[in-house]
């Protein structure tokens, strides 16, 4: 009995620790009103919906940081990342469904927040709403398109993501095959990583790192998100009331929420999220119908597959799992061919030697014919043979075959080369280590895929 009524003590003592810890925090969340005024919403469904976008805010990043981890130029002011986190309503399952920023959009009626002026619902790519019309254009137009109600609303930058990843001690990640983006700064060989605050940042900024482009960024930070949950929920912070507090902090010192979301809010998930595993989440991008849509005066943008977005959208509402499928083990080690945007056989290759090791060319010619390359099986020596990145020269006409091919030498630098004509040439430099498997994308329109946490993990 004293045993039981010390426990019950220490129990309630935690609690009132927990609560009294997240209530002073309360007051320092910067608060916006997503919701003001809205009419005509969809109708609530089970569980809770949370808008959580990523935005490119800067100002609070110091000027080393921003030369290292290439955080230079002025903010856009619009939304780099939107997911709608769903948990459901008996806090077991958390599904988060990616919207690509560059998503074809139409905006409802709405009063521009810059200048005053009223507009009628037009065209747009999803990211641009939110710097039109703030969090309510965007929260509007999300529900518009979704016909899912927002219950919360949550804004992150640049700073809270990097604070945040910091107090949790770096998250774990893992890739295959090298990831290198000259624009961020990325630069991972295939293994097992700790990243912390700003390379974490890298990892999930990073759009040209391989030739998906936008979805395979977002791929990156569903599996980010995931190991996230992973590390969160498996070191005890949930269970422990000041490191749930210095958590807390990071987070909410330098985000954005709706007036809602306060303490009993956190308090609710910090409780559910206690009894989750990588299992208990789930991720998907909004199916595709049609890439590369051009629309005048806003460019090229993503079209969503309308029957199955709805059947997602739906699944979100009806509070239903997004998988269908019981839950893997885990990831399938097998190595899995990168999508890229032409087939290999349609991509002309002239190979060179850039280096003095000799049968170098040799060697790269056979591995890219081996993989569907359409190579000349004459690799001949450049003039420089002192080059140590390989490098991709291409007529800029066939950036697309171009991209596809860099996308099978991991690594590789794309170099335009107007003039070049249709055959592509590969200068093989001293960083040459294999060929990566590749293959055309598939048929637009396919059912997107659901992974589950445990699933995007190291095999």
């Given at each position: 009995?004293?045993?039981?009524t010390t426990?019950?003590?220490?129990?309630?003592?935690?609690?009132?620790?927990?609560?009294?810890?997240?209530?002073?925090?309360?007051?320092?969340i910067?608060?916006?009103?997503?919701?003001?005024?809205?009419?005509?919403?969809?109708?609530?469904?089970?569980g809770m919906?949370?808008?959580?976008?990523?935005?490119?805010?800067r100002?609070?990043?110091?000027?080393?940081?921003?030369?290292?981890f290439r955080l230079?130029?002025?903010p856009?002011?619009?939304?780099?990342?939107?997911?709608?986190?769903?948990?459901?309503?008996?806090?077991?399952?958390?599904?988060?469904?990616?919207?690509?920023?560059?998503?074809?959009?139409?905006?409802?009626?709405h009063?521009?927040?810059?200048?005053?002026?009223?507009?009628?619902g037009?065209?747009i790519?999803?990211?641009?709403?939110?710097?039109?019309?703030?969090?309510?254009?965007t929260?509007?137009t999300?529900?518009?398109?979704?016909r899912?109600k927002?219950?919360?609303?949550?804004?992150?930058?640049f700073?809270?993501?990097?604070?945040?990843?910091?107090?949790?001690?770096?998250v774990?990640?893992?890739t295959?095959q090298?990831l290198?983006?000259?624009?961020?700064?990325?630069?991972?060989?295939?293994g097992?990583h700790?990243?912390?605050?700003?390379?974490?940042?890298?990892?999930v900024?990073s759009?040209?790192?391989?030739a998906?482009?936008?979805?395979?960024?977002?791929?990156r930070?569903?599996?980010?998100?995931?190991?996230?949950?992973?590390?969160?929920?498996?070191s005890?912070?949930?269970?422990?009331?000041l490191?749930?507090?210095?958590?807390?902090?990071?987070?909410?010192?330098?985000?954005?929420?709706?007036?809602?979301f306060g303490?009993?809010e956190?308090?609710?998930?910090?409780?559910a999220?206690?009894?989750?595993?990588?299992?208990?989440s789930?991720f998907?991008?909004?199916?595709?119908g049609?890439?590369?849509?051009?629309v005048?005066?806003?460019?090229s943008?993503l079209?969503?597959?309308?029957?199955?977005?709805?059947r997602?959208?739906?699944s979100?509402?009806?509070?239903?799992?997004l998988a269908?499928?019981?839950?893997r083990?885990g990831?399938?080690?097998?190595?899995e061919?990168?999508?890229?945007?032409v087939?290999p056989r349609?991509?002309?290759?002239?190979?060179?030697?850039g280096?003095?090791?000799?049968?170098?060319?040799?060697?790269?010619d056979?591995?890219?014919a081996?993989?569907g390359?359409?190579?000349?099986?004459?690799?001949?020596?450049a003039?420089g043979?002192t080059?140590?990145?390989?490098?991709?020269?291409h007529?800029?006409?066939?950036?697309r075959?171009?991209?596809?091919l860099?996308a099978?030498?991991p690594?590789s630098?794309?170099?335009?080369?107007?003039?070049?004509?249709p055959?592509l040439?590969?200068?093989?430099g001293a960083d040459?280590r294999?060929?990566?498997?590749?293959?055309?994308?598939?048929p637009?329109?396919?059912?997107?895929?659901v992974?589950?946490?445990?699933?995007?993990g190291?095999a």
């Open positions: 009995m004293r045993a039981a426990l019950s003590v220490v129990v309630l003592a935690s609690a009132g620790i927990g609560h009294s810890v997240v209530t002073s925090l309360d007051a320092d910067a608060r916006v009103d997503p919701f003001k005024d809205m009419k005509n919403r969809p109708r609530a469904g089970h919906n949370v808008l959580l976008v990523g935005t490119d805010g100002d609070k990043i110091t000027e080393a940081e921003r030369r290292r230079g130029g002025a856009c002011h619009c939304t780099d990342t939107i997911m709608i986190v769903h948990i459901s309503e008996d806090r077991e399952r958390a599904s988060v469904v990616s919207l690509p920023r560059d998503s074809y959009a139409e905006t409802p009626p009063t521009d927040q810059n200048s005053g002026d009223e507009h009628r037009h065209p790519k999803l990211n641009a709403a939110y710097a039109e019309g703030g969090p309510q254009l929260v509007r999300v529900e518009s398109m979704t899912v927002i219950d919360h609303y949550l804004e992150v930058d700073t809270s993501f990097m604070k945040t990843v910091d107090v949790l001690g770096g774990k990640i893992c295959a090298p290198r983006d000259t624009y961020t700064g990325l630069d991972l060989p295939p097992e700790t990243l912390r605050g700003g390379a974490a940042l890298q990892y900024r759009r040209h790192a391989d998906s482009s936008d979805l395979g960024r977002m791929k930070q569903q599996r980010f998100l995931a190991s996230l949950v992973d590390q969160a929920t498996s005890g912070i949930l269970l422990n009331p490191k749930f507090r210095d958590v807390t902090r990071a987070v909410l010192g330098s985000v954005r929420a709706d007036r809602g303490t009993d956190l308090l609710d998930l910090g409780r999220m206690r009894t989750f595993s990588p299992a208990s789930e998907t991008t909004v199916p595709i049609r890439m590369g849509l051009a005048p005066g806003i460019g943008t079209k969503w597959d309308p029957v199955k977005a709805e997602l959208f739906r979100l509402r009806e509070d239903k799992p269908t499928t019981p839950p083990p990831p399938s080690p097998r190595e061919a990168v999508p890229v945007e087939a349609q991509i002309r290759v002239q190979v060179e030697n280096t003095t090791t000799k049968g170098l060319g040799r060697r790269v056979e591995a890219l081996a993989t390359f359409r190579t000349t099986h004459r690799p001949v020596d003039p043979r080059l140590r990145r390989t490098v991709v020269l007529d800029p006409r066939w950036d075959s171009a991209r596809s860099a099978a030498l690594g630098e794309l170099r335009p080369s107007p003039g070049l004509g055959v040439k590969v200068l093989a040459f294999a060929v990566r498997k590749v293959r055309a994308q598939e637009v329109g396919r059912e997107s895929e992974v589950r946490g445990n699933e995007v190291c």
